[in-house]
């Protein structure tokens, strides 16, 4: 019998607003800008937002497709990176993988990058939507497009066979549902930021470096 993966909801991230910048969480790219160990991760991390940042609703469907697919395998890449500056800084903590996670944001990131490097490309949408805006120190409305997965995420993880053998459905159903609501506020971009640092921040508290 496979072991199941545990998902803790609570452990979504709390998405209220949107970055125009291509950043992690604040106290997440403080940290990892000192250049303390994990200096590998802060560049994997870099290339899996910056592919991510160039996801645009001016873009051809095809292009943000090969965007969202590049990030999320920088994203799958950050977990070898992790390992090379643990073992190249003497660190003898244990490295945490993706699917060591908790954070059902993380695992859904990690699946679809699976689905789209063995399965399926993931195609995108926009959308548009009204967002207040504080630039400047004055609120505004302001009207953006903003870009969407357009297949309904727990779609598309039925097509990897890792989630089917090491998930529970109903966990995974319940994730994919806040993903999918989510992204239809805020875009696909920034969730998968917000994933990107909730797993550095993962890394660095096993570095003990928060």
């Known amino acids: 019998m496979q072991k199941i993966r545990q998902l803790n909801l609570s452990e979504l991230p709390n998405v209220e607003s949107l970055s125009i910048f291509m950043s992690h ?8 800008a000192e250049g303390l160990f994990l200096t590998e991760v802060y560049e994997r991390s870099n290339a899996a937002l910056l592919f991510f940042h160039k996801v645009s609703s001016s873009n051809k469907s095809f292009e943000n497709s090969a965007y969202l697919r590049a ?14 500056d643990f073992k190249k800084n003497e660190l003898t903590e244990f490295t945490p993988k993706l699917s060591d996670s908790l954070n059902p944001l993380v695992h859904l990131m990690y699946l679809l ?12 949408n926009t959308m548009p939507v009204n967002l207040i805006s504080n630039l400047g120190g ?3 409305e302001v009207a953006i497009d903003i870009v969407i997965m357009d297949t309904p995420t727990l779609q598309n993880l039925t097509l990897c066979g890792e989630a089917k053998r090491y998930y529970d459905i109903t966990e995974l159903e319940k994730a994919s549902n806040w993903l999918d609501h989510t992204q239809c506020h805020f875009g696909v971009v920034e969730v998968f930021r917000r994933g990107v640092s909730a797993y550095c921040r993962e890394l660095l508290r096993a570095a003990k470096l928060v």
């Open 138 to 140: 004055v609120e505004h």
């Open 71 to 84: 990030g999320l395998n920088e994203f799958y890449g950050i977990q070898d990176a992790a390992k090379r």
């Open 113 to 124: 990058r699976h689905v789209n490097v063995h399965a399926k490309i993931t195609t995108t």
């Open 25 to 32: 969480d604040e106290d997440v790219e403080h940290r990892l």
